[in-house]
């Protein structure tokens, strides 16, 4: 599969490396050039690319930058994307501690990936954004294995989410369907299932328990 990760942080570093070594055609890139992804492109075999080429071709892009960077992205992102492209958003919000405040989160009430929604102009999925980097690659494991992790997914584009989850079933983890973009709120930064390593169970079980309140450290 073609993928392209917009990113190249802890999060998106590490899934390239792991979607790499498991044979998908990574494409990525980062805000300061493809000049400076050399190293990563060496590591993994993906090809590092400018933040307008990344979604060339794709069939999964992950766009994995701090919040407050999304208006920044370049208007048509995704024109050259494949069709059907499924966008994954990883993103949290933090205001005190990098992002300032976004009215639309805190005034309408929108959940974070609603309004990444929106600055983009295309549906999104909202996964591994409660999750550790390194876990990423430490945490992988055969599908049945008793100690094998769950990973919330939210998304109202029910085929996008479909091939998010398959995808994320390769890597070695388990996913739980987290309803609705609407509903991502029960997987945002100081959430029950916020970088909770549980199975499916406890990750249901956690999305269950969260409040639709964010805390005071949460807010802007």
Do not use: C
Not at 41 to 46: D, R, V, W, Y
Not at 63 to 84: F, I, M, R
Not at 89 to 107: H, M, V
Not at 126 to 154: C, H, I, W, Y
């Amino acid at each position: 599969m073609k993928i392209g990760i917009i990113g190249a942080g802890n999060i998106g570093g590490n899934l390239t490396r792991r979607l790499t070594s498991l044979g998908h055609d990574v494409s990525v890139a980062n805000s300061r050039g493809p000049q400076t992804l050399t190293e990563l492109a060496e590591e993994t075999g993906a090809t590092a690319v400018r933040v307008e080429d990344a979604a060339r071709g794709a069939e999964i892009v992950v766009v994995t930058v701090p919040v407050k960077a999304v208006p920044n992205l370049p208007s048509g992102l995704l024109d050259g994307a494949a069709e059907g492209v499924a966008v994954v958003d990883t993103g949290n919000y933090y205001p005190k501690q990098r992002d300032g405040r976004i009215d639309a989160i805190e005034d309408e009430g929108l959940t974070e990936s609603r309004w990444t929604e929106r600055q983009i102009g295309h549906a999104v999925i909202k996964a591994f954004n409660g999750t550790f980097a390194q876990d990423l690659l430490d945490r992988a494991r055969p599908e049945g294995s008793t100690d094998r992790m769950a990973l919330p997914v939210a998304g109202d584009d029910q085929a996008a989410k479909r091939k998010v989850m398959a995808l994320i079933g390769e890597m070695g983890f388990d996913t739980v369907d987290a309803g609705g973009l609407d509903d991502s709120w029960r997987q945002q930064p100081g959430t029950p299932v916020y970088g909770l390593r549980a199975d499916s169970k406890g990750v249901t079980e956690a999305l269950a328990a969260a409040a639709p309140e964010r805390g005071p450290e949460f807010r802007g």
